[in-house]
């Protein structure tokens, strides 16, 4: 697979929806892939809160539920994997328990847009997904288009194992060129919308 496809894309939606039941609506749609099999597609649905840092600067964090079964996935396939559950167990990583099939995502605290040393565009947001026991480390960098609509796009990677003071820094694999950052932002332009069959309730907000 051209390594320029996104393994991580999302819409952003800023403001506070809901729907007409009156339950929130996610504020991030999109889909992850495993870094050692990008082909399968899981759709993503995320909901910001804030946070503040070590440091005492407010923050923005996503945190919410990766769909058990893939995009491609027969329909047999579809029913197996939500009866399963997205079983797998809870695991640890930076303080935080992460269950199964959940993941959480971190504004970094660079300013946007800075370049490394090397030439290398540092991610706006990261962070990491339980896919079923497995850590995968997630970074995303954000993209404006025209008429205001807000987009992520990045890669998933092995976890990054080296300790770091979470949510404060982004691990150093989170970088990448302008020139890649470009393609993978016109690989996820024409991206598939995400539908997802169910709405998640306001409380699964947790971590």
């Known amino acids: 697979m051209d390594q320029?496809?996104?393994?991580?894309?999302?819409?952003?939606?800023?403001?506070?929806?809901?729907?007409?039941?009156?339950?929130?609506?996610?504020?991030?749609?999109?889909?992850?892939?495993?870094?050692?099999?990008?082909?399968?597609?899981?759709?993503?649905?995320?909901?910001?809160?804030?946070?503040?840092?070590?440091?005492?600067?407010?923050?923005?964090?996503?945190?919410?539920?990766v769909e058990p079964f893939a995009r491609s996935d027969s329909a047999r396939d579809k029913m197996r994997a939500g009866a399963e559950d997205n079983i797998g167990p809870a695991v640890e990583v930076n303080?935080?328990?992460?269950?199964?099939?959940?993941?959480?995502?971190?504004?970094?605290e660079l300013p946007n847009g800075e370049l490394t040393e090397e030439g290398y565009r540092r991610a706006d947001i990261y962070g990491w997904w339980n896919d079923k026991g497995v850590i995968r480390d997630i970074s995303g960098w954000t993209n404006q288009h025209d008429g205001g609509r807000l987009s992520v796009v990045g890669s998933v990677q092995k976890h990054w194992e080296k300790e770091q003071d979470a949510p404060d820094a982004a691990p150093e694999n989170a970088k990448v060129s302008s020139k890649k950052l470009k393609k993978m932002q016109e690989a996820a332009a024409h991206a598939e919308e995400p539908v997802f069959g169910h709405d998640a309730p306001t409380e699964e907000r947790t971590f």
């Open 95 to 108: 303080g935080m328990k992460l269950e199964s099939g959940r993941f959480v995502l971190f504004e970094s």
């Open 4 to 65: 320029t496809i996104p393994t991580f894309s999302a819409n952003l939606y800023p403001k506070k929806r809901t729907n007409r039941n009156g339950k929130a609506l996610p504020n991030l749609k999109g889909y992850v892939a495993a870094h050692d099999n990008p082909e399968r597609q899981f759709n993503v649905a995320g909901w910001s809160t804030s946070f503040t840092n070590a440091k005492g600067v407010v923050l923005t964090a996503y945190n919410g539920q």
